[in-house]
């Protein structure tokens, strides 16, 4: 008699292997960064000041992302992911700051103006072409969020999955808020150069870094997008379908953060230009360990832990 007939019907479905189990950036506790209670205090008292609910969880995000970061870009991270935050739950907002990203002049309300007064600390020390780069990432998201079936453009300007009707994956990445990525920079006070940012070697990173992270940010949101990481401990085989998917593309994201020091030798930056670029890389492998430290925190997900 085998053990499945013994512990349960025939075609009992196993439980699904732990995300600790399949994923190796899980093996270790995710160190945070030493000074993440003067962060906390520091982002809340920022976010009521501009009008803002304070999200604890923004700054744990940015604790886990920057761990051995200085204490001035966690907490810029975390302002930001408050932001983020807020926005994902208010996408009409996103045209008036388009706006002001644009030079025009904040409105009264609390978003446009907490909006400005991070642009104003981030964009003027970053090129012209970060600037249109991220505005169009904003961009993207508010077409995302008024039209979420129709073909979204991608990150660097490409046209989304064509095996994806409507362009529903890249509208939902973009709807995510794939501007994430590139507020990694300017809080690390580090521009990636163009040749390097718009190589496939960058891309793959970028675009690894950002399934991973939008599917562990969807299921912790609860949100149903069909393809999402959405588990459910009332299906485990689905359940361990979604686990396989996620620690697939974590793997896809190691092999592709291995394939970056080739590429700054080849556009021969220098070691000191390499290693600003190796920090922006390490940063989109440690923002996907950090939302699924998220994941693995919320009681739906725990025992996935």
């Known amino acids: 008699m085998t053990r499945t007939e013994v512990q349960g019907p025939p075609n009992a479905v196993s439980p699904p292997a732990r995300l600790t189990e399949r994923l190796a950036a899980l093996a270790m506790p995710c160190p945070v960064h030493p000074s993440i209670h003067l962060v906390e205090a520091a982002v809340a008292g920022w976010a009521r000041a501009a009008g803002l609910d304070p999200d604890p969880a923004a700054s744990r995000l940015a604790g886990w992302a920057f761990a051995r970061c200085e204490t001035g870009a966690v907490t810029t991270l975390a302002r930001w992911l408050t932001l983020m935050s807020r926005l994902r739950r208010s996408p009409e907002a996103l045209t008036p700051i388009l706006a002001v990203a644009e030079g025009g002049e904040p409105g009264p309300a609390p978003l446009e103006r907490a909006f400005s007064g991070l642009w104003t600390a981030c964009a003027p020390g970053m090129s012209d072409a970060w600037r249109e780069r991220f505005t169009a990432g904003l961009t993207a998201q ?15 300007g490409d046209p989304g999955d064509p095996g994806d009707p409507g362009g529903r994956a890249e509208s939902r990445k973009d709807a995510f808020g794939r501007y994430l990525f590139d507020l990694v920079e300017p809080c690390l006070g580090v521009e990636v150069p163009v040749p390097v940012w718009r190589s496939p070697q960058w891309r793959a990173l970028a675009e690894a870094s950002g399934d991973v992270t939008a599917w562990c940010e969807e299921a912790v949101a609860g949100r149903g997008h069909a393809g999402t990481i959405s588990l459910e401990r009332s299906n485990p085989g689905a359940e361990e379908g979604k686990i396989d998917r996620v620690a697939t593309r974590m793997e896809e994201l190691w092999t592709a953060a291995r394939a970056i020091p080739a590429l700054t030798e080849r556009h021969d930056l220098g070691f000191a230009a390499s290693r600003e670029v190796t920090r922006v890389a390490c940063a989109f492998l440690t923002i996907p360990r950090a939302y699924l430290e998220r994941l693995l925190e919320t009681p739906r997900y725990r025992h996935l832990g």
């Open 142 to 156: 508010r077409e995302a969020t008024v039209s979420p079936r129709t073909p979204a453009t991608g990150h660097h």
